[in-house]
C-alpha cells in the first residue's frame, strides 16, 4: 500500500521514514508548518538521528497540502490535538472512500475529527510507546532502537467486517516491517484511555520539570507519584464504565519500564512544545482524564490541579523567554 503522512513532526517522520527504509513502502508527507517543508525541501529530504548518533540525511518528497497530488491508500495523522481541525479542512479535498486513515496520536479527540472525514469503517486508532524529537526544522531523533519500539493497532468500527479486519492486518505487517512492533487490540477505548494515563505521568510531569524520562526515574519518589496519579486517572475511567487494557498495577510498571529502561533520554513532545514557545496539549491529556471524572462525578484533584500547573508552565516559560514565544507565534502564523 502507498501511505501518505500527514505531519512531518517527530513521529510523522518516524513513521514514515521506519515505513519507507524497513518496509519498503512508497510514501509522501504533507505538513503545514513552513520552516520545516523548506528546510527539508532545501535539505533534499530530512536529517535522521537515532539517540543522537548516526545523524544521515534520508530523502523524502514533503508538501503542502494545497499543492499534493498524489493518491495514497493509507493517511497516516500525526498532527497537534490544537491544530488538527484546520490541518484536515486544508486536506480535506485528498481525501476519498477508497482510503484508510490510522492515527496514533496523543491525548483525546482525534478519531471523531477524522469520522467526519472518513467513515468509523475504515478509521484505525493507535497508540505508541515511541519516542521522537524534533531539534529543528528538518532535523529528527528517534529515541530507543527497535527492541524498544511498541504500539497498539485497533479498528474504530463498532461491529469490524471482515474487510476492515483485513485491512487492519496489512497495516499490522507493515508496521512490523518496519520495526514498530505492533499488536492489534479490540478494546478501542480502553487502549486510547491507557496511553492518555501513562502520558498524564510523564508527558506532563516531565514537561513542568523540564527533565527527561530517566531523570524522572531517578527521582526516590517517581513510583509514589506515578501511582497516584495513575489510581485518579483509573478511578475516572471507572466510573465512566471504560474497562482499560491492563490494571492500575501494570500501568504504573509499564510507566516506570518506559521511563528507566526503555526511553530514559526521552523528552516528552509537550516538553518541546513547551520550549518551543508553543501551546502543549495537557487538556487532551489530563485534562481530558479531570473531564471524564467530572461528567461521572468523579472529582480528579491532582489531574485538574496538573493540567493548570502546566498552563502556568505555559505562562512562565512566556515571561522568561518572550522571544522565543513570538518567533513560535510567527511561524504559526506563516503556515496557516
Known sequence: MKYAVIGAGGMGIQYGVLLQEFAHKDVD????????????REQGGAYVSQDGEDRHLVPIDVYYPEEYTGEPDVWIVFVKQMQLDAVLRRCAHLFNDRQIVFSAMNGYGHFEKLNEYFSKDRIYGGTALIGAYVYGPGDFNFTGGA??????????????????????????????????????????????????????????LCTMYQIRFGEFHAHPDARWLTEQLVDE????????????????????????????????????????????????????????????????????????????????????????????????????????
Open 29 to 40: 508527507f504533507i505538513d503545514t508548518w513552513k520552516p520545516n517543508v523548506e528546510k527539508i
Open 147 to 204: 527492541h524498544a519500539k511498541a504500539m497498539n493497532l485497533c479498528s474504530y468500527a463498532d461491529d469490524p467486517s471482515e474487510g476492515v479486519k483485513a485491512a487492519e492486518q496489512v497495516l499490522f505487517e507493515d508496521f512490523k516491517a518496519a520495526t514498530l512492533n505492533p499488536t492489534i487490540v479490540e478494546n478501542f477505548i480502553g487502549m486510547c484511555i491507557a496511553k492518555i494515563v501513562f502520558n498524564s505521568v510523564l508527558n506532563t
Open 233 to 336: 486517572a483509573y478511578g475516572a475511567a471507572e466510573a465512566a464504565g471504560y474497562e482499560l487494557l491492563g490494571t492500575r498495577e501494570t500501568e504504573v510498571e509499564t510507566i516506570l519500564h518506559t521511563a528507566g529502561v526503555a526511553h530514559p533520554l526521552h523528552y516528552p513532545s509537550m516538553y518541546q512544545d513547551l520550549t518551543k514557545g508553543r501551546p502543549t496539549e495537557v487538556d487532551y491529556i489530563n485534562g481530558y482524564i479531570a473531564k471524564v471524572g467530572r461528567e461521572n462525578g468523579y472529582v480528579c484533584k491532582l489531574h485538574e490541579f496538573l493540567t493548570r500547573e502546566v498552563h502556568l508552565a505555559e505562562r512562565a516559560f512566556a515571561i522568561h523567554n518572550p522571544d522565543i514565544v513570538a518567533q513560535a507565534e510567527a511561524d504559526a502564523e506563516a503556515s496557516k
